[in-house]
């Protein structure tokens, strides 16, 4: 991956719905076009986050596995 | 204009106020605004400085040791702390019942700063004329 992101919000070890809200509250404070990129531990939010990016119009740029983790990278762009 | 779900919370067991955490910030996700109306066992755990959320309901009460235990070394969120975070991403409005605190005494200021106001049954009732649902946790 070679977006660089905005914002990381590291929300390893928090449970659903936890991981989300911390997503769309950074959604809500970055400007349109700055990428986001939220890491997280927790199953439901591997689903839930990008249905929300997508259901919000926002652009989801991957979901990648990581070292016990995984990383959810969106772009705000409205 | 957006959809509207209305919540009384009538328990103070923690399976139901998370409950109401929960569905509170799947709503707000959703974009969906959240009027809840605190009453009864509900209203006394909204006291400031009552941290004793410590019971299950009835149906989970013979595994409350270990759902208690599990939840601490998780630090899953308590569910008032969830409402205060949905708050945050969404319009979630916390309104404590008029006649339990009369019951008790309970005034504004005895409350957990997320509720914002007290008020009658009548009015509550009227915020749900325009909820497409009204849950009674």
Request: a negative charge; one cysteine or more.
């Amino acid at each position: 991956m070679d977006v660089k992101a905005d914002h990381i919000i590291d929300a390893r070890n928090s449970y659903c719905p936890g991981p989300l809200m911390e997503m769309i509250k950074a959604y809500k404070q970055a400007k349109v076009g700055e990428v986001i990129s939220i890491y997280s531990t927790d199953v439901g939010t591997k689903k839930d986050a990008p249905a929300w990016i997508q259901k919000s119009g926002q652009e989801l740029i991957g979901v990648f596995d990581r070292d016990g983790y995984y990383e959810i990278v969106m772009r705000k762009v409205k | 204009m957006p959809k509207t779900m209305s919540i009384v919370l009538a328990s103070g067991t923690m399976d139901k106020i998370m409950a109401a955490g929960v569905i509170t910030s799947g709503a707000v996700a959703d974009g969906v605004d959240v009027n809840i109306f605190v009453t009864f066992w509900g209203l006394l755990k909204f006291r400031k400085n009552d941290n004793s959320i410590s019971k299950l309901s009835y149906d989970g009460s013979e595994m409350s040791d270990l759902i208690m235990r599990k939840m601490s070394e998780k630090h899953i969120q308590g569910g008032i702390e969830m409402l205060r975070t949905a708050k945050e991403v969404g319009n979630v409005h916390v309104y404590g019942c008029a006649l339990m605190s009369d019951v008790l005494d309970i005034k504004k200021d005895d409350l957990d700063p997320i509720v914002e106001d007290i008020i009658g049954v009548s009015q509550f009732v009227s915020m749900t004329e325009d909820s497409y649902n009204t849950l009674f946790i």
